[in-house]
């Protein structure tokens, strides 16, 4: 993310119910490289990258910059959760919301089905409306992802867009300040 405000990063680990956001670290570098490489995380992304090259590519201490959190469970690494700034080159009718702050995740397959995606995108959604009061966030994702599309709507995201890219239908929702609340109930 390319302006955090008057945050300092790493912010302190961001504690719920179940889980720990934090700052990376060297010990989640085989979670990072699993996370780019099984076919299911990256269905809707643009398909896995090869295991080879990832070991290769991969820092030591992957992740670490701002606006990207580590998503932690029992001491273990299965996700993560970012802020990245859309730049003015995108505001075409495709991403009209040129500027805006866009929130993404991922999650090793194992973390599916438990609601961990809700409850760690609203802890960093709260986190970023401390950091930047009255900011929107968007969230994008091909309409064929069911599971983002769900999570989008359970966290307050409203549609402001489809449009076709990458060769998918994706959608585009945003999250006004006015609207960033808890997350509906499961």
Known sequence: MAELGAATWPPAPIR???LVLR?????DRAAFIELSAVPEVNAYLGGPRPRE???????????????????????????TVEFNRRDAEHGSPV????GEAE??????PEAWGHGYAAEACAAALGWFAEVLPGERVVLCTQTANT??????????????HRYEAWGAKQWMGVLTPAL???????
């Open 180 to 186: 960033r609340s808890a997350p509906s109930a499961p």
């Open 16 to 18: 719920t119910e179940r």
């Open 95 to 98: 991403r009209p919301l040129a």
């Open 147 to 160: 599971r983002s599309m769900r999570l989008a709507a359970k966290l307050g995201f409203t549609e402001v």
């Open 103 to 108: 929130i993404g995740y991922l999650f090793l």
């Open 23 to 27: 700052e990376s670290e060297a010990r």
């Open 53 to 79: 090259e990832l070991e290769r590519a991969v820092p030591r201490v992957p992740g670490r910059r701002p606006g990207l959190f580590v998503i932690e469970l029992d001491g273990a690494m299965i996700g």
